[in-house]
């Protein structure tokens, strides 16, 4: 399916409301039925049409439509964040008993749905080193039941080889899912590498506007029908209407914005790797990136997220170069239109900070839209007060 025509046109009927362009806001928490008997069809089967917004919506079914065309999927459910669908789509799979090999490092709330949460139902999870696909077959058990992948993760960007894994996976009837927030769809189509269900937080690229919380879970029809009648009706974590709507948006501009912003992350970053106080950059599609084969063989671009290791002793210096910064804003997140730095530094305690540890000194940048020139000159102030 063309990528336009998916997001101008899939999923919108506008002879359904009065030929307006934009689809309407559905802001409706029930829909009502003519006959008992068709009462009764939805009631039976809710998967089919618009009973309750719990359940299914117009306005979130056209973001349906369209987020799993995008990812090459049959079907789409949409959250109300991220961590919803992690959640939802993880409990889905697993059982009491059941074993999970989950990646390093995953997204936080990954990492302790995993550690903290899944252990009080019986499941006991693996983490592996995830770049090397050896790592995976030793973790394996006869239990295992979900191999759980993030593929760059979001501050590293540590790969996995996914075609690899998920063939591993298949060959031993395990479930596989991948968090795909860093590429979207449109740099990485997991599903097409044999990955069953694939979760992006669409509060990043997505949305594109830092104005909205969601999340997207993507498979085969069979598979969301199953989370849709179980988990998701149960849990009760779908995205509301309004904001179903400001996804739709973001999605009309996001193919450009990512083009902005990875034509504008290769200009900071050739830049970067010349400036003495870089110690390192990371950045998958960087040709010094230890997996750089993997990432162009199994992606498509890269866009916005870098680290930059600075070359400086002291937690001062660090917190100096952030605080100075005067166009990058300092914040969690990414995926917006304004570019972001994120300070490993700040996720420790001040007096742990170890300057023998490379990560420490780590400060994630997220390169938003504005003008590449514009960005470089702030970088460069702020790294001359250090
Ligand atoms: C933000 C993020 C999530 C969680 O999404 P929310 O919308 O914040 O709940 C999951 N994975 C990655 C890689 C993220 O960056």
Same mark, same amino acid.
């Given at each position: ?6 997001? !101008? ?9 009065? !030929? ?6 559905? /802001?409706?928490?029930?829909?009502? $039925? ?11 089967? &809710? ?11 117009? #306005?979130?079914?056209?973001?349906? /439509?369209?987020? *799993? ?36 490092? =995953? ?11 899944? =252990? ?66 449109? %740099?990485?189509? =997991? ?13 990043? $690229? ?11 879970? #993507? ?21 509301? @209407? ?31 790797? &010349? ?7 990371? $950045?998958? +599609?960087?040709?010094?990136?230890? /997996? ?16 930059? /290791? ?20 300092? *914040? ?10 994120? @300070?490993?530094?700040?996720?420790? &305690?001040?007096?742990?900070?170890? =300057?023998?540890? @490379? ?12 003008? @590449?020139? %514009?960005?470089?000159?702030? +970088?460069?102030?702020? +790294?001359?007060?250090?």
């Amino acid at each position: 399916m063309d990528l336009s025509f998916i997001i !101008n046109e899939l999923g919108e009927d506008r002879e359904q409301y009065f !030929n307006a362009i934009a689809p309407p806001i559905m /802001q409706s928490s029930n829909f009502a $039925f003519e006959t008992v008997a068709a009462m009764r069809d939805l009631l039976l089967d &809710e998967y089919k049409g618009f009973l309750y917004s719990r359940g299914h919506n117009p #306005t979130i079914d056209i973001l349906r /439509q369209k987020l *799993a065309a995008l990812d090459g999927a049959e079907d789409a459910l949409v959250f109300g964040s991220g961590a919803a669908a992690i959640f939802t789509g993880v409990l889905s799979v697993v059982q009491q008993g059941d074993h999970v090999i989950c990646v390093r490092d =995953p997204y936080n709330w990954a990492r302790q749905l995993f550690e903290i949460i899944l =252990p009080k139902f019986g499941v006991e999870t693996t983490f592996v080193d995830g770049t090397d696909i050896a790592n995976f077959e030793k973790a394996l058990r006869p239990n295992t039941r979900l191999i759980y992948l993030e593929s760059p993760n979001s501050f590293t960007f540590e790969l996995q080889d996914i075609k690899a894994v998920a063939q591993l996976a298949r060959s031993r009837n395990i479930t596989t899912m991948i968090d795909n927030s860093y590429c979207t769809p449109l %740099y990485q189509q =997991p599903h097409l590498m044999g990955i069953d269900l694939c979760l992006q937080s669409a509060t990043k $690229f997505i949305s594109g506007h830092s104005d909205t919380m969601a999340g997207v879970l #993507t498979g085969s029809q069979e598979k969301i029908r199953r989370i849709f009648v179980s988990e998701y009706l149960n849990i009760g974590s779908g995205i509301a @209407p309004f904001n179903a709507w400001l996804l739709l948006r973001g999605l009309r501009t996001l193919e450009i914005r990512l083009q902005r912003s990875a034509d504008s992350t290769r200009q900071v970053l050739a830049w970067l790797k &010349e400036h003495p106080l870089i110690h390192k950059v990371f $950045f998958p +599609l960087d040709p010094d990136f230890p /997996q750089f084969e993997l990432a162009n063989s199994q992606m498509k671009g890269a866009a916005g997220l870098l680290t930059i /290791q600075l070359k400086v002793e002291r937690r001062e210096q660090v917190e100096l170069f952030c605080n100075s910064l005067k166009h990058f804003l300092m *914040a969690v997140s990414w995926g917006g239109h304004e570019s972001l730095a994120f @300070p490993a530094c700040a996720s420790l &305690e001040a007096d742990s900070f170890d =300057p023998g540890e @490379p990560k420490h000194k780590m400060v994630r940048l997220y390169i938003g839209l504005e003008d @590449p020139a %514009y960005l470089i000159k702030d +970088l460069e102030q702020a +790294l001359s007060k250090i």
